[in-house]
């Protein structure tokens, strides 16, 4: 029912088709993709090799993989992926095409009986979690997120599960170094215990090089903007939207901070789970 309602609603509109076709061949070779909403944030701090971020409250649709962060890898995390996908592109009480949203956002937490693993999109800007219109799948939420700081690292490649440990523990390395308190036994977005979370941008078809891949941490808020390991803190404030089409519009901000904010641009989507 769901792909039948998301294939009526793109062939209803074959000029909409068409450009995304031709959008999505472009972004085989994006690192940022494009037409896509970012979430909002403000860097505090900036490290060689990670920054930390205080993320905007903003609302998310989500479903459950199961337990074990070897849902990352399983067929779950490919249902879940299209799941999300296709409420995207139509699957829910509307009927209606929302704008496409990165990164996919997978959650590990443990609820103190055992790792669970929840996937997650951002919802548009215009929507909250209570505005959004609701899931035609019942195995999707709606939430509303609270704001969250979060230690946050970059790597390329392929998001496999080896790959995901081993850039959580070199972040984990990282901001021990730098002092910072981290992880477990802090809540989450959502009000559980958040060991990582994995932030993948790409369609599945990207460039494994090209990729843009982020590892995260939930960690205490910073009371002093000191620097990091040479980093600068405080110096940024972003809200973004990919896209080759979207304009940035900057303001001057309290004590010359720069606000940033870059206009979203035509929804944007992939059908496929992104890429072990």
Do not use: H
């Not at 139509?90 to 009986?113: C, I, K, M, Y």
């Not at 809540?187 to 993948?200: H, W």
């Amino acid at each position: 029912q769901e792909a039948a309602q998301v294939s009526s609603a793109l062939l209803q509109d074959p000029a909409r088709l068409a450009y995304l076709v031709q959008q999505e061949a472009r972004n085989v070779v994006n690192r940022d993709p494009e037409g896509v909403e970012l979430p909002a944030y403000q860097v505090l701090s900036k490290a060689s090799d990670y920054e930390v971020r205080m993320y905007e409250s903003c609302g998310v649709v989500l479903t459950s993989l199961g337990p074990g962060s070897s849902a990352i890898e399983s067929e779950g995390s490919i249902r879940g992926f299209n799941s999300l996908a296709a409420y995207v592109l139509g699957a829910n009480a509307d009927d209606q095409q929302l704008e496409w949203t990165a990164p996919v956002r997978t959650d590990v937490s443990d609820d103190g009986f055992g790792e669970m693993v929840e996937m997650s999109m951002m919802l548009p800007r215009r929507f909250s979690a209570s505005t959004a219109p609701a899931p035609s799948d019942p195995n999707l939420l709606l939430r509303q997120s609270e704001v969250q700081t979060m230690a946050v690292a970059q790597f390329a490649g392929l998001a496999t599960a080896g790959e995901v440990r081993r850039q959580l523990e070199a972040l984990k390395v990282s901001i021990g170094r730098d002092g910072l308190q981290s992880s477990e036994g802090m809540a989450d977005e959502f009000g559980g215990s958040c060991t990582y979370s994995l932030l993948q941008y790409n369609p599945p078809y990207t460039l494994p090089w090209l990729r843009r891949n982020e590892i995260a941490v939930p960690v205490e808020p910073l009371t002093d903007l000191s620097e990091v390991e040479g980093g600068k803190a405080g110096d940024e404030v972003g809200d973004e939207a990919g896209g080759e089409a979207g304009g940035e519009v900057a303001v001057e901000g309290d004590e010359g901070t720069e606000v940033v904010a870059e206009q979203a641009v035509d929804p944007d989507a992939w059908l496929d789970a992104p890429s072990d």
